[in-house]
């Protein structure tokens, strides 16, 4: 692990695999232009809107990794018809609501807080498990709230394996606990314009009340832009209230734009080796909360110039010194940052880190554990780090504990 002057090689082992891959140092100016994969969180909604739309929806921009696969594979599994075309992913709803079926997540947090909203509406009975890491992660607040209205829910301790028979009788207001993660939320919002239909409520609004401080509440702001493209309204009343109308998801056609996430990676090679990176599908119109890491950089010394749909990250001669920063709106851009500290003058501080802990892996005590192996000086609390700046680096083989952001994040520097 090295900044571009002292160019070292890196050993991670990778997320799906114990083999070890060594990552070669960057050696010459860095120039690039970056088609990103599709945003996993804008195709994952997409997916599951899909499920509940009467007809065809065309998702152009569809990520090819493990999280879609697992997704697709789950919406097959309930009836939903899916096929390639030139340029799309043909997906024909809605799904099977009657029909017993059993579901495997693989170790997708997202799809499997997005699948149980969908199994909430089944008369049938769903089994949903996934990956030991997974079986790991609790979806109790989400649980709690299904089983409170007329769900037959099957759990131990709100974790997979789950079996769950709706369906779900909503009351006009819907509580659920959004300190622990946003996509509990979001489950519910992917759901909400059909609930009083099912409840054959005349009520033409459904409530949802956030119960606690939401954590990753532009997440929760991407629902709703994903569910506006289908024709659905839903709205924030107040800081702790969504509002969405009753409603069917229009069938049609929808892109997804370049993973904000993923750009993260980039920004950072670009921004640490004083390089420049042009990333083609994604633009400041963006509703991802990571986008909000462009400016991250450019307190570091980093010029953004933004165009109709691209984004370029031109790298500084001289890094800044980073303040103090509270990640509570995109924790998912915190390990970039993690990762790049050691070699930020000054080191970095990071707060509002606690969701890290309830990821793929322990987000914060094990880039930690990685970093103080490489030598580096860390402190954590339980919703921050603080990582001192470091010249010289222990040899030492990285594990990434099965999570592909943590083999992600550990290859840039």
């Not at 504990?401 to 994040?409: G, I, V």
């Amino acid at each position: 692990m090295a900044a571009s002057k002292a160019p070292l090689n890196l050993c991670v082992q990778p997320a799906m695999t114990t083999e070890n891959y060594l990552i070669p140092a960057i050696r010459a100016p860095l120039q690039a232009s970056i088609t990103l994969p599709g945003s996993k969180s804008i195709a994952l909604r997409q997916l599951a809107i899909a499920a509940l739309t009467q007809g065809q929806t065309k998702v152009r921009g569809i990520p090819d990794c493990d999280d879609t696969a697992a997704m697709l594979d789950c919406l097959i599994e309930l009836g939903v018809d899916v096929t390639r075309d030139d340029h799309h992913l043909v997906l024909t709803g809605p799904m099977n609501f009657d029909r017993d079926v059993t579901l495997y997540a693989r170790m997708s947090g997202a799809s499997t807080r997005l699948l149980l909203g969908l199994a909430a509406l089944r008369q049938g009975k769903t089994t949903l498990d996934g990956h030991p890491s997974l079986r790991a992660r609790t979806n109790a607040p989400l649980l709690e709230v299904l089983a409170r209205h007329g769900c037959q829910v099957e759990a131990s301790d709100g974790r997979l394996p789950v079996t769950l028979k709706g369906p779900l009788r909503a009351p006009t207001r819907l509580e659920i606990d959004g300190a622990l993660s946003s996509q509990y939320v979001t489950a519910l919002l992917v759901i909400a314009p059909l609930l009083q239909a099912l409840g054959n409520s005349q009520n033409a609004l459904q409530e949802i009340a956030i119960k606690g401080t939401l954590v990753s509440r532009p997440y929760v702001d991407i629902t709703l832009n994903e569910m506006a493209k289908r024709g659905v309204h839903a709205r924030w009343q107040d800081t702790n209230t969504l509002i969405v109308e009753q409603g069917r998801y229009r069938p049609g056609e929808v892109t997804v734009e370049g993973d904000a996430t993923a750009a993260t990676y980039f920004a950072a090679l670009a921004t640490l080796h004083g390089g420049q990176v042009e990333l083609t599908n994604l633009d400041a119109t963006s509703k991802q909360g990571d986008f909000g890491f462009f400016g991250l950089m450019t307190t570091l010394g980093a010029r953004i110039d933004h165009g109709k749909g691209s984004t370029v990250v031109h790298g500084p001669a001289q890094m800044r010194a980073f303040p103090a920063t509270d990640m509570t709106h995109m924790p998912d851009a915190a390990l970039t940052l993690i990762t790049l500290a050691p070699l930020l003058p000054g080191g970095a501080e990071l707060t509002g880190l606690s969701s890290l802990h309830h990821k793929e892996c322990d987000r914060l005590e094990c880039p930690a554990k990685e970093l103080s192996a490489l030598g580096v000086t860390v402190k954590t609390t339980h919703d921050s780090i603080r990582i001192e700046p470091s010249k010289h680096f222990a040899a030492a083989t990285l594990n990434t504990y099965h999570d592909h952001r943590m083999a992600m994040a550990f290859s840039i520097p």
